[in-house]
């Protein structure tokens, strides 16, 4: 079952802008994830953040959490053609003995050159 | 070079013809599982295995099977596919670490089936 929801379903930006993505769950969370899919392959795993976590910086992509609102956000700084994609948000559930993620409906990004 | 691999790539059938799709992973990971993908309905879990000989139903099992007779691969079987299967699946792995699974997933490259 889904509870990762990303919004909004699709952005379209010019190269240099930035892109802001969002995930909302439901219920509490060990850890949320943040994969990218180019057209027709497979997801590649972007960055996790823990429940007890705020912010995590890889490159140029910065995640926040906020646990209270349950929703997190991926920001994409001075965006490249090359990072058109789909943005997933995946979540593991605090409880239930399950630690493999369920995944959103995704982010279509476009950046144009 | 760490892989997941899928085989085939691409796949035409008609209805009612048993196929199989191939999944193998060369990290050693415990945790396998397959997904299928839609538009409109991102990624639904089809089956998972957490080790050999142990599979569980996911969120859309219904038409599949799987087995896991050994610890790389993970085939999708598919024993009489009809043409709302038509879709684009994927394969993933994950390693379990001091006896939880890490959370993080490797997906193989993807299979894209047209069932007629």
């Known amino acids: 079952s889904q509870q990762g929801e990303e919004d909004p379903q699709a952005l379209s930006i010019q190269e240099g802008e930035n892109a802001t993505m969002n995930c909302s769950y439901k219920t509490s969370i060990n850890n949320l994830q943040w994969y990218r899919q180019n057209s027709g392959r497979g997801l590649v795993h972007l960055i996790l953040i823990r429940s007890n976590e705020r912010e995590k910086h890889s490159g140029r992509l910065r995640v926040t959490l906020d646990t209270s609102k349950k929703s997190s956000s991926l920001l994409i700084t001075a965006s490249r053609a090359a990072d058109t994609a789909s943005y997933f948000c995946?979540?593991?559930?605090?409880?239930?003995?399950?630690?493999?993620?369920?995944f959103g409906r995704g982010t279509s990004l476009i950046v144009h050159p | 070079e760490a892989q997941v691999t899928q085989n085939p790539r691409y796949l035409i059938t008609v209805t009612g013809k048993k196929l199989t799709v191939t999944c193998s992973q060369n990290m050693n990971h415990e945790y396998m599982s397959w997904y299928r993908q839609d538009p409109g309905l991102g990624l639904r879990q089809i089956y998972y295995s957490m080790n050999v000989e142990v599979t569980d139903k996911g969120d859309v099992p219904e038409g599949y099977k799987v087995s896991r007779k050994e610890k790389r691969n993970f085939p999708l079987i598919l024993e009489s596919p009809s043409p709302n299967q038509t879709s684009l699946y994927f394969c993933?792995?994950?390693?379990?670490?001091?006896?939880?699974?890490?959370?993080?997933?490797?997906f193989g490259p993807g299979t894209r089936l047209l069932v007629l």
């Open positions: 993933a792995s994950s390693l379990r670490v001091a006896g939880r699974f890490k959370e993080t997933q490797y």
């Open positions: 995946a979540t593991v559930a605090a409880s239930g003995g399950s630690y493999i993620p369920t």
